[in-house]
T-cell receptor
């Protein structure tokens, strides 16, 4: 059973370009979470999605960031008009259920560098 | 004030030492508690869940004090392979609608030969 997959693993963009980060959850998992880890900082929650629904986007910046989890295919985190401050590691996690104490399984992350 | 606070370290200890990490959380509505481990430039991985009754997994012991809003992790007989950043994590669930993890900034452990 493959784990959570993220691609690309490394992404370089110039200021003003768009970044698309993909996450394929573990087989049988329908809950996806995105977290961001800025340099020298802890991981911070961005958004929680189920298939075709955004459940909690309280951690998403108000502008330029969007996320989706379509019926078919991976979850996508999209950053428009990237700026240097978007450089970070973006981790996706998945879980089979939403229960208190339920484990989330993390992907290897995408490291975004904005030049 | 951060919702989950940890001493960032680094903790430099010799092999075989016992080391203790502490963590405090500010929101009394927090429901679940974990320690995760993150190796350099890797994803976080669950080390263990934390319960009020305390739990032990081999050389690792975790404890939760809800009254003091305090979580601890004890590592006995440290190994070189224990070198990593240890993340204190809590969750809050709003009517079952979400289960987002709230991370501390982590405590760096370096075990020296």
């Amino acid at each position: 059973n493959a784990g959570v997959m993220q691609n690309p693993r490394h992404l370089v963009r110039r200021r003003g370009q768009e970044a698309r980060l993909r996450c394929s959850p573990m087989k049988g998992h329908s809950h996806v979470y995105w977290y961001r880890q800025l340099p020298e900082e802890g991981l911070k929650f961005m958004v929680y999605l189920q298939k075709e629904n955004i459940i909690d986007e309280s951690g998403m910046p108000k502008e330029r960031f969007s996320a989706e989890f379509p019926k078919e295919g991976p979850s996508i985190l999209r950053i428009q008009q990237v700026v240097r401050g978007d450089s970070a590691a973006y981790f996706c996690a998945s879980s089979p259920l939403v229960v208190p104490g339920g484990e989330q399984f993390f992907g290897p992350g995408t490291r975004l560098t904005v030049l | 004030r951060k919702e989950v606070e940890q001493d960032p370290g680094p903790f430099n200890v010799p092999e075989g030492a016992t080391v203790a990490f502490n963590c405090t959380y500010s929101n009394s509505a927090s429901q679940s508690f974990f320690w995760y481990r993150q190796d350099c430039r890797k994803e976080p991985k669950l080390l263990m869940s934390v319960y009020s009754s305390g739990n032990e997994d081999g050389r690792f012991t975790a404890q939760l004090n809800r009254a003091s809003q305090y979580i601890s992790l004890l590592i006995r007989d440290s190994k070189l392979s224990d070198s990593a950043t240890y993340l204190c994590v809590v969750t809050r669930s709003y009517g079952g609608a979400t289960n987002k993890l709230i991370f501390g900034t982590g405590t760096l452990l370096a075990v020296q030969p």
